[in-house]
């Protein structure tokens, strides 16, 4: 069975730091782009960060350039985002997702069609 699985998630104050990882497991995605993604209550998901393939290629959502940074591990199938700089407005549910094509940049975000469970992320003023 093919699955994303987030971890990291949590409460933390304004002005800290959190490390989402991102595993997946069932085969490999190392020729897939992935992204992370967030909704907020109310709000419609969002692409917040992605990266392609071979990690040459890398967006950001406006909101996070600068405080973000999105990693992955082709070895390991992980991908991770470095949030630092947090404030209430990245509170929300934190979701990694898989490109369905390969070799893309990945910065379309009606490319992803694998979804992992998600992680809340609250961030406190």
């Known amino acids: 069975q093919v699955q994303l699985a987030e971890s990291g998630g949590g409460l933390v104050q304004a002005g800290d730091s959190l490390r989402l990882s991102c595993t997946a497991s069932?085969?490999?995605?190392?020729?897939?782009?992935m992204g992370w993604f967030r909704q907020a209550p109310g709000k419609e998901r969002e692409l917040v960060a992605s990266?392609?393939?071979?990690?040459?290629?890398?967006y950001y959502a406006d909101s996070v350039k600068g405080r973000f940074t999105i990693s992955r591990d082709n070895a390991q199938n992980t991908v991770y985002l470095q949030m630092n700089s947090l404030n209430p407005e990245d509170t929300a549910v934190y979701y990694c997702a898989a490109s369905a094509n390969w070799f893309s940049r990945g910065d379309v975000s009606a490319e992803y069609n694998l979804w992992g469970q998600g992680t809340p992320v609250t961030v406190s003023s």
């Open positions: 069932g085969r490999t995605f190392s020729r897939n782009a």
């Open positions: 990266i392609s393939w071979m990690a040459t290629s890398t």
